[in-house]
């Protein structure tokens, strides 16, 4: 079985300032990883992935997310944000397997603030 | 890119309804998720060169179909109050590559 904690649901910084949105996950073979991001009456966007090979991995817009497996995390950041980040963000997490699923967490809301 | 019809639905509770998705050219699999507000998508189920290859925690009234044409359909009989959600499809070129989702239909249940 697989699953994903996003501690929190909504998160708040300044524009210009760091974005960390934390995921944790649980699987018993070793992941693929997602980030999603969601911007309203919209579908899903992908941010980035890791699948194996490099465990920081660079998305678009900005983002960047590391892979560390003795803390079964991958969190989001990006250094400086800017307005039009403000959306949801999911992480999800699927097995190697043909018939695997994406397991998805329940998404963290981020503000920007002027 | 993944397309997906109609964007907005309402319906009655006990009606069917279909939705529709046409994948991303050449992806060989697709799958559907329901995502209620204020939650993140959950699996409905997958289907891989036709045929279905996993599927979650739904009951049998949410069926589907893959089609040759990379057009795929989800259908639910009975429909419930509960199932008004955004449901989305997406779709894979293979294991590992990431999804490709459409912009969801926005199903009402009155």
């Known amino acids: 079985a697989q699953s994903v904690t996003q501690l929190g649901s909504h998160v708040s910084v300044s524009e210009g300032a760091l974005v960390l949105l934390r995921c944790n996950y649980s699987?018993?073979?070793?992941?693929?990883l997602f980030w999603y991001v969601q911007y309203p009456n919209q579908g899903l966007q992908l941010l980035l992935k890791?699948?194996?090979?490099?465990?920081l991995v660079k998305g678009i817009n900005g983002f960047e997310a590391e892979f560390k497996k003795s803390e079964t995390s991958f969190h989001l950041t990006k250094p400086s944000a800017h307005m039009s980040d403000a959306a949801e963000y999911f992480c999800?997490?699927?097995?190697?397997?043909?018939?695997?699923?994406?397991?998805f967490g329940k998404g963290i809301t981020l503000s920007v603030r002027p | 890119g993944v397309t997906q019809s109609p964007t907005h639905l309402i319906k009655t509770r006990g009606q069917q309804v279909t939705l529709r998705c046409s994948s991303q050219?050449?992806?060989?699999?697709v799958s559907w998720y329901q995502q209620a507000l204020g939650q993140g998508p959950q699996f409905i189920f997958q289907?891989?060169?036709?045929?279905?290859?996993g599927r979650g925690n739904f009951p049998p009234r949410f069926s589907g179909l893959q089609f040759p044409n990379d057009s795929s359909e989800l259908n639910v009989n009975a429909l419930e109050l509960d199932d008004s959600a955004l449901y989305l499809c997406?779709?894979?070129?293979?294991?590992?590559?990431?999804?490709?989702f459409g912009s969801g239909t926005r199903l009402t249940v009155v």
């Open positions: 997406a779709s894979s070129l293979a294991v590992g590559s990431g999804y490709t």
């Open positions: 699987s018993s073979v070793p992941p693929y």
């Open positions: 890791y699948t194996t090979g490099a465990t």
């Open positions: 999800a997490v699927r097995s190697s397997g043909a018939n695997s699923k994406l397991t």
């Open positions: 050219s050449g992806h060989n699999t």
């Open positions: 289907y891989y060169r036709e045929e279905e290859n």
